[in-house]
């Protein structure tokens, strides 16, 4: 990607994120129906990490972008909208209601993140590592999770429809409620 380009997504993202810190985003825990059945680990509500100061949020989008890494960082509510995360290291952040709607994440580390609410429609998260994540409610309609390890995910009430789960490890994921229509690879075709 050439600089110019670059720096106009840079900058695009970051008076995105300015808009979105002005906006009343209240802090949540994560929404988990229990049931006797689940485990006590797969049914304990995930807290989001605290909400930060816009500045902190802008900071964290231009060390992700910068570096391809924001470890344990807070970018609730930002718009990654057809970015190129290829292979970043998002391990453990709150990325609640972010939209990735058509990113390309391949390979990308979302290891224990909260992606609560969060819009993956269309997003190519194929060879992902998803492994514990909390996908309550989130939007995977039409993605590409191929070689995606969701083991111990939480995907309870997502949108799975017409997405591609071939190949992908979904042992111990919470699926009660999801959305399976359509959906390839691990069930054959729903």
């Known amino acids: 990607m050439n600089t110019f380009n670059f720096k106009k997504i840079t900058s695009w993202i970051l008076g995105l994120v300015m808009i979105f810190s002005l906006l009343n985003q209240p802090h949540a825990l994560a929404q988990v129906e229990t049931s006797p059945n689940l485990t006590p680990s797969t049914s304990a509500p995930v807290e989001s990490p605290i909400v930060l100061p816009a500045e902190s949020i802008t900071a964290n989008v231009r060390r992700l972008l910068e570096t391809n890494e924001c470890v344990g960082c ?72 191929q070689g995606a390890n969701l083991q111990g995910a939480n995907l309870q009430n997502a949108d799975l429809e017409k997405a591609n789960l071939t190949n992908a490890n979904i042992n111990g994921a919470n699926l009660r409620g999801a959305e399976l229509e359509g959906a390839i690879g691990v069930f054959g075709r729903v």
């Open 74 to 145: 807070n970018l609730n509510g930002v718009s990654f909208e057809g970015v190129n995360l290829l292979g970043a290291n998002l391990e453990s952040a709150n990325l609640q209601n972010v939209k990735f709607e058509k990113a390309n994440l391949q390979g990308i580390n979302l290891k224990l993140a909260n992606l609560q609410g969060v819009d993956l429609g269309k997003a190519n998260i194929a060879q992902a590592n998803l492994q514990g994540a909390n996908l309550f409610d989130a939007d995977l309609e039409k993605a590409n999770l």
